[in-house]
Protein backbone atom coordinates (compact mmCIF):
# COMPACT_ATOMS: atom_id res chain seq x y z
CA UNK A 1 0.00 0.00 0.00
CA UNK A 2 1.34 3.68 -0.85
CA UNK A 3 2.14 5.77 1.68
CA UNK A 4 2.13 9.53 1.39
CA UNK A 5 3.32 11.25 4.30
CA UNK A 6 3.19 15.31 4.78
CA UNK A 7 5.29 17.27 7.12
CA UNK A 8 6.06 21.09 7.81
CA UNK A 9 2.60 22.65 8.47
CA UNK A 10 2.27 25.06 10.84
CA UNK A 11 1.66 28.69 12.35
CA UNK A 12 3.35 31.62 10.52
CA UNK A 13 2.61 35.54 10.17
CA UNK A 14 1.57 37.49 7.21
CA UNK A 15 4.30 37.26 4.49
CA UNK A 16 5.96 34.19 6.20
CA UNK A 17 7.66 31.18 4.56
CA UNK A 18 7.18 27.34 5.18
CA UNK A 19 8.31 24.26 3.53
CA UNK A 20 6.07 21.58 3.37
CA UNK A 21 7.74 17.87 2.56
CA UNK A 22 5.92 14.86 1.20
CA UNK A 23 7.43 11.56 1.67
CA UNK A 24 6.41 9.01 -0.57
CA UNK A 25 6.79 4.87 0.59
CA UNK A 26 7.82 4.28 -3.09
CA UNK A 27 9.74 5.72 -5.98
CA UNK A 28 8.09 8.87 -6.56
CA UNK A 29 8.99 8.15 -10.40
CA UNK A 30 6.23 5.25 -10.34
CA UNK A 31 3.79 7.95 -10.24
CA UNK A 32 2.46 9.99 -13.35
CA UNK A 33 2.66 13.08 -11.38
CA UNK A 34 1.92 14.31 -7.41
CA UNK A 35 0.52 17.30 -6.92
CA UNK A 36 -0.11 19.68 -3.73
CA UNK A 37 -3.56 20.44 -3.04
CA UNK A 38 -5.47 22.88 -0.10
CA UNK A 39 -8.86 23.02 1.47
CA UNK A 40 -9.39 25.74 3.60
CA UNK A 41 -12.37 25.69 6.09
CA UNK A 42 -15.87 25.63 4.27
CA UNK A 43 -14.19 25.80 0.67
CA UNK A 44 -13.64 22.66 -1.72
CA UNK A 45 -10.20 21.10 -2.42
CA UNK A 46 -8.02 23.28 -4.46
CA UNK A 47 -5.24 21.97 -6.97
CA UNK A 48 -1.72 24.27 -5.93
CA UNK A 49 1.15 22.95 -8.04
CA UNK A 50 1.62 19.65 -9.83
CA UNK A 51 5.20 17.93 -10.60
CA UNK A 52 5.34 15.37 -13.37
CA UNK A 53 7.29 12.59 -13.91
CA UNK A 54 9.12 14.01 -16.47
CA UNK A 55 9.41 17.39 -14.44
CA UNK A 56 7.12 19.60 -15.96
CA UNK A 57 5.33 21.82 -13.18
CA UNK A 58 2.32 23.75 -13.44
CA UNK A 59 0.86 26.29 -10.32
CA UNK A 60 -2.54 27.35 -9.80
CA UNK A 61 -2.76 31.05 -10.56
CA UNK A 62 -3.11 32.14 -6.96
CA UNK A 63 0.39 31.29 -5.90
CA UNK A 64 2.50 31.62 -8.71
CA UNK A 65 6.06 33.62 -8.13
CA UNK A 66 5.14 32.22 -4.40
CA UNK A 67 5.21 28.77 -4.00
CA UNK A 68 7.68 26.46 -5.61
CA UNK A 69 7.64 22.67 -5.70
CA UNK A 70 10.12 20.62 -5.92
CA UNK A 71 11.68 16.93 -5.43
CA UNK A 72 14.11 14.51 -3.91
CA UNK A 73 14.80 11.43 -6.15
CA UNK A 74 16.84 9.94 -3.71
CA UNK A 75 14.79 10.70 -0.52
CA UNK A 76 11.45 10.02 -2.94
CA UNK A 77 10.11 13.44 -1.15
CA UNK A 78 8.24 16.14 -3.10
CA UNK A 79 8.71 19.26 -1.34
CA UNK A 80 6.60 23.32 -1.90
CA UNK A 81 7.67 26.17 -0.58
CA UNK A 82 5.89 28.49 0.18
CA UNK A 83 6.45 31.88 0.30
CA UNK A 84 5.09 35.28 1.04
CA UNK A 85 1.92 33.99 2.59
CA UNK A 86 -1.35 35.55 3.47
CA UNK A 87 -4.18 34.33 5.37
CA UNK A 88 -5.75 33.54 2.38
CA UNK A 89 -3.34 30.73 2.26
CA UNK A 90 -4.97 29.10 5.07
CA UNK A 91 -5.61 25.26 4.35
CA UNK A 92 -4.86 22.02 5.07
CA UNK A 93 -2.48 20.63 2.27
CA UNK A 94 -2.66 17.45 0.94
CA UNK A 95 -0.01 15.40 -1.18
CA UNK A 96 -1.61 13.60 -3.86
CA UNK A 97 0.13 10.66 -6.30
CA UNK A 98 -1.49 9.15 -9.14
CA UNK A 99 -0.21 5.48 -10.77
CA UNK A 100 -2.41 4.11 -13.49
CA UNK A 101 -5.94 4.45 -12.35
CA UNK A 102 -5.19 4.76 -8.76
CA UNK A 103 -5.20 8.10 -6.48
CA UNK A 104 -3.26 8.16 -3.29
CA UNK A 105 -3.12 10.80 -0.83
CA UNK A 106 -1.36 11.82 2.63
CA UNK A 107 -3.22 12.79 5.82
CA UNK A 108 -2.69 16.32 5.71
CA UNK A 109 -0.91 18.90 6.98
CA UNK A 110 -3.04 21.95 8.65
CA UNK A 111 -0.96 25.69 7.56
CA UNK A 112 -2.24 29.00 9.70
CA UNK A 113 -0.97 32.44 8.48
CA UNK A 114 -2.04 35.05 11.14
CA UNK A 115 -2.94 38.28 10.03
Known amino acids: QVQLVESGGGLVQTGGSLRLSCAAS????????MRWYRQAPGNQRELVAI???????TYADSVKGRFTISRDNAKNTVHLRMGNLTPEDTAVYYC?????????WGQGTRVTVSS
Open 51 to 57: ITSGGTI
Open 96 to 104: NADRRAYMY
Open 26 to 33: ESIFSFNA
